[in-house]
């Protein structure tokens, strides 16, 4: 029998010329069997060794997409502006979705206030540990703290020890994105020591690489990003992410969601 199919008749089997056997299982359907008109179902005699094909096929859902979140933490919004142009690139990819979310803020507002950092965009809902649950891969950004994350990723990533006991990111595949002041301000140490989180959930690191072609060969300007994954030089902070940053975080996006597709086929 192959695999979803019921009875069917014999293809060695002499069929009667006074009773031919009524394709079925080819055309029920092409062209649903009319409904009963009556309370009585209907007399019509069955032949033997074909399967009975139901009248009528309740209407498919809709389509559900693979959905890769994107997780960051941003204080000054370098790190918004790549998860942003990352969304971007995920849902270029048929049957993918990019969902945006924020990892909640551990400094005080007042804090915040006197660090001159603007306000969130509160149209980017935070996430709890156990949300995670329902990606089908993760994106996760970050500025960079003496070569490491942020404490605020870091704090987010601690609480996950549910999943972590229950292993329910186990084979989701993840992967990061950074900003950092400076060129030599850990644009791969942060990444690079940001994999032990996905190690110990048993995820799937998947890192750019050098996909991104000739764009991760260009030296005629400065460029943040990695083979770990896309990033943003901040500066003192007034720099804003060049096109070519951005392009990279497009690309990421894509190359997650057509990796997460492949998975999934």
Known sequence: MGKGGGCVPSKKKVLSDAAPIPDTANNASRSPAPASTGGTPSSAPKPNNVSVVAESHPNPGPVTKLRIFIVFYSMY????????????????????????????????????????????????????????????????????????????????????????????????????????????????????TAITQLAHHGMLFVPVGYTFGAGMFKMDSVRGGSPYGAGVFAGDGTRGASETELALAEHQGKYMASVVKKLAA
């Open 77 to 192: 919004g370098h790190v918004e502006e790549l998860a942003r142009r990352m969304k971007k690139g995920v849902d270029g990819v048929e049957g993918a979705e990019g969902v945006l979310y924020r990892v909640p803020e551990t400094l005080p507002a007042e804090v915040l206030e006197k660090m001159k950092a603007p306000p969130k965009d509160h149209e980017i809902p935070e996430i709890s540990a156990a949300e995670l649950a329902g990606a089908d891969g993760v994106l996760f950004g970050f500025p960079t703290r003496f070569g490491s994350m942020a404490a605020q990723m870091k704090a987010f990533f601690d609480s996950t020890g549910q999943l972590w006991k229950e292993q329910t990111l186990a084979g989701k595949p993840g992967g990061f994105f950074v900003s950092t002041g400076t060129q030599g301000g850990g644009q791969e140490t942060t990444l690079w």
